[in-house]
């Protein structure tokens, strides 16, 4: 079993709409979460970390759920420059080490 | 700013032949982390530095595989001999001493091996 999992997709969407992504972890020990963005061929950046409250950047929601070890990233009112790769990422406390998931792809279509 | 300074940015090279990726971490950092990404296996740290000195080398493939920093400002990942199945994208990422804060990652050298 993979330490972290995410849907592939793709997810195509129309612009404007509403999507949400889903991403679990295995490891009870992780403590930081995080969302990436990857554009085609182009390197990981940072989007938000996740904390436990949840929290909002924007047009972005990041939600996490220990408890099910379960964390989502929602994106409203997409625009088409939102197409790109998102990654899950986790962290175990104090330590260097990011684990990434693979990634879900998000299409926006006019 | 300049950002963490990958080269080459692509390299095409036949199996057997020795390859050298090269990486300038971003000014100020002392932690520099190399990756390897393919559609198979996503995004696998390969080694970790802190101030010069490789801290976890665990997700170096074999014994083909590499890596020296021999300043704060340069790091080098070597594949000798290279093979079809090492054809990635390899990232170079720097952040500062502190674990919580960000890993800016390099612009990738894209390697393929024929």
């Known amino acids: 079993r993979k330490e972290v999992e995410q849907d592939p997709g793709p997810f195509n969407v129309p612009e404007g709409a509403t999507v949400a992504f889903n991403c679990t972890y295995s490891?009870?020990?992780?403590?930081?979460f995080f969302w990436y963005r990857q554009d085609c061929r182009k390197e990981p950046k940072l989007l938000m970390s996740?904390?436990?409250s949840g929290n909002e950047d924007g047009r972005f929601t990041a939600q996490l759920n220990r408890a099910s070890q379960y964390i989502s990233l929602l994106i409203r009112d997409s625009k088409l420059s939102d197409s790109a790769t998102y990654l899950c990422?986790?962290?175990?406390?104090?330590?260097?080490?990011?684990?990434f998931g693979s990634g879900t792809r998000l299409l926006v279509r006019p | 700013d300049a950002g963490v300074i990958q080269s080459p940015r692509h390299e095409v090279t036949e199996m057997g032949q020795e390859v050298t990726l090269r990486c300038k971490p971003i000014?100020?950092?002392?932690?520099l982390f190399w990756y390897r990404q393919t559609m198979m296996r996503g995004l696998e740290l390969l080694i970790y530095?802190?101030?010069?000195?490789?801290?976890?080398d665990s997700g170096m493939p074999e014994d083909r595989f590499s890596a020296k920093m021999p300043n704060a400002s340069f790091s080098t990942l070597k594949i000798q001999p290279s093979e079809p199945r090492d054809s990635a994208v390899y990232f170079c990422?720097?952040?500062?001493?502190?674990?919580?804060?960000?890993?800016?990652f390099g612009p990738g050298t894209r390697l393929t091996v024929t």
């Open positions: 000014s100020g950092h002392n932690s």
């Open positions: 530095f802190n101030n010069n000195v490789p801290i976890d």
């Open positions: 490891n009870s020990a992780s403590q930081s």
């Open positions: 990422a720097s952040r500062t001493w502190d674990p919580s804060s960000e890993q800016y």
């Open positions: 996740v904390y436990s």
């Open positions: 990422v986790v962290r175990m406390d104090s330590s260097y080490k990011l684990i």
